[in-house]
């Protein structure tokens, strides 16, 4: 008899999904299920569409009745041509295949999928083993949400394919079909198969990259970097056919067609890579890696993409053990709705790691030009050909740093892209502007980063110095852990002090240097700015010295502190992350008095606790302030503070995404096809519900902030 029983409950609690099944399928399989008592629980039962007879319903077993629908329905083949547990000999052992196809004389294993193991490396190893011993061409796998396509090249290479042929097509239609930047973005990987390009990075360390004898984030770095090139050039001429795509070469004809687009890229985008440069990849590890990353569109409104992939490339002792993690977006593009970077405004990140902060309030700029030229903000990743004021805000506006090359490596990729192959994304320590002039003289940092530095001295408050620049908006997560112990760079900072007000006796009351403080309590900042010869006389009646002290070790957050409010001018506001402690620990009141002395505190919001995991369980919060400004933001004594906290985690205790869902469980999806991320940060394309974002910017209007008047 029919039953209520829903597809989207059998599953729940297990690793399988319905993602990759529409909505059709799922109810047709629905409808059609039975329930009947065994041992007094009613247990699902339906008919097999292959075998003819009633089969318990696992969850296991509802994937394959699917993919029974979709060979059967969506690519043709009989179900004359399948088998259900094909049994597959191993010497004395026999296994059993989830669905077998077989070719036209129906005797021959053709198609094998697997579907028993809803991990992708279980299962691909799995369906290897099934291919091997069959002599079968092409293999799937899924679990319902994520699938993989493998077309069998020899036993040891299975090869990514996008699909499988239909019934009337043969697989050399498949491996030889000619794409276009249109077909990569309808067929996306990333979207269709649900993978991520840190799946396939990690599929390809298993297969080829760890035994292959190259710096696998050097060999990664140019395949990215040059199918950034090819997605380019392909939206400048959407007929063109993508390069960085096999098909049917040999491996060494693959390898000479991607080394001259290589070359192409690098040439366009200098110095990023030395003049010369090749890929290390043999023929045969580079076929791989093309087929894993062929389907994927790598550059658009989701740069978790890229970004997930160079965090996990960037090992730890260039990253990590300086406490420097990689942003999330999701907080990155809450800071920038709340700072409302604007298109005359110029814009700093001082720690910008892959250039999180910069890209995207690129994107939020673009978005409101886009509106001024009436065109609708959907174009913005359908096609890399961009409006002359989006390129001129990219290369005169935006400015980045970082300490670490390989950072800047792939922040000015991204960055020489949205300027269409100009970027100010400069190899430059923020903390030690001292030596900027070190860099600035050598010949080989001024070819590549020449430019982008006569750009950045002209923001300079004072002709020839370094410390103090004219930024209208600066956005950074500075490194959390790690201190900073050489006491030339500690001398330049007001925080890397120590005040004390040292108790003295027979003074002079009329003296020049005696002041009167029995009725007000000097700040941390004005001792700062005082001689060290004054003396207060303090309400209980005694008199004391100042007295400062040069720290011998001091947190680089702090120090970032100091200098990015020197790299904003008077009304320049930032956003920058810190660790919870500095808003609440008693030793860093002084800190916070530097910040009340030099600016308004705008916002402060506590991001939970999961957010940088797994590096790292440090609790943060995001400090928005303006520095006060006559017109744009008038000192005064008292005012409003905004305070949020988020409450939904945005990952677990492992450091995994979670995602929204639909009320069936299945994934919510963005205007892209990406999965969103489910936090309370801001209303995620009118999908989510208004967040912390949204309740600031009303404040800020209330409030009437320079930025949202």
Sequence with gaps: MPTEIKLSDLLRDTEYKLTQFTPTQIKALETSITVKDKGKKPTPFITCLVRGKPIKLTPEEAIRQLFVMVFKNDLGYPVERMELEYGVVFGREKKRADICIFDASKTTPYILAEFKKPKLKDGKEQLKSYCNATGAPMGVWSNGDSISYYHRKDPNYFEDIPAIPSVHEKLTDILTARWTIDDLIKFDKLVNERKSLKDLILEMEDEVLANAGVDVFEELFKLIFTKLYDEMESGRDRKRHLVFRNY???????????????????????????????????????????????????????????????????????????????????????????????????FLDSAAGSCGFPVHSIFHVWEKI?????????????TEVKLPRCIDY????????????????????????????????????????????????????????????????????????????????????????????EARILAKYELARTVSLDKINNVDENAANVEDATERNPTFPEFLRVSHETIYKMADGTYRKVKVKHQNTVGRDILFIERNLNLIKPGGRMAIVLPQGRFNNSSDKNIRE?????????????????????????????????????????????????????????????????????????????THGHLIVKHDLFNHDSKTQDGIAEAFIEFAKKEQLSFFR
Excluded at 288 to 306: P, R, Y
Excluded at 657 to 666: E, G, R
Aim: proline share 4%; charged share 30%; hydrophobic share 35%.
């Design 248 to 346: 049917g070469e040999t491996d060494t004809e693959l390898k000479t067609k991607i080394q001259q687009l290589f070359d192409k890229a690098r040439n366009r985008w200098e110095g990023v890579f030395p003049d010369g440069a090749k890929i290390d990849l043999t023929p045969s590890h580079l076929a791989v890696c093309i087929s894993s990353l062929e389907g994927v569109k790598l550059f658009n409104s989701n740069l978790d993409v890229v970004d997930e992939a160079f965090e996990y490339l960037i090992n730890k002792s260039s990253k990590g053990e300086k406490g420097q993690y990689f942003t999330p977006r999701y907080v990155i593009d809450m800071c920038v709705k709340m700072l409302n970077p604007q298109e005359h405004e110029t």
């Design 370 to 382: 886009m509106q001024d030229e009436g065109l609708d903000k959907s174009h913005l990743f359908t």
């Design 394 to 485: 990219v290369q005169d506006k935006v400015f980045a740093m970082d300490f670490d090359e390989k950072a800047v490596r792939v922040g000015r990729t991204l960055n020489l892209i949205a300027g269409d192959g100009q970027t100010n994304v400069l190899h430059l320590n923020a903390l030690d502007y001292e030596r900027w002039d070190e860099k600035t003289k050598d010949e080989g940092w001024t070819d590549i980063y020449g430019e982008g530095w006569k750009k950045l001295r002209k923001l300079r408050r004072t002709k020839g110095e370094n410390r103090d620049f004219n930024f209208d908006v600066l956005m950074a997560n500075p490194p959390f852990a790690g201190d900073i112990k």
């Design 594 to 670: 530097y910040l009340a002395d030099h600016c308004r505190i705008l916002a402060v919001v506590g991001l939970h606790g999961n957010v940088f995991k797994p590096h790292t369980g440090t609790k943060t919060s995001v400090l928005f302030v303006q520095k006060w400004h006559d017109e744009l933001c008038p000192q005064v004594d008292d005012y409003p503070v905004f305070f949020a906290t988020m409450r939904e985690p945005s990952k677990d205790s492992s450091g995994d995404k979670i995602y929204v869902k639909n009320a069936d469980s299945t994934a919510l999806l963005d």
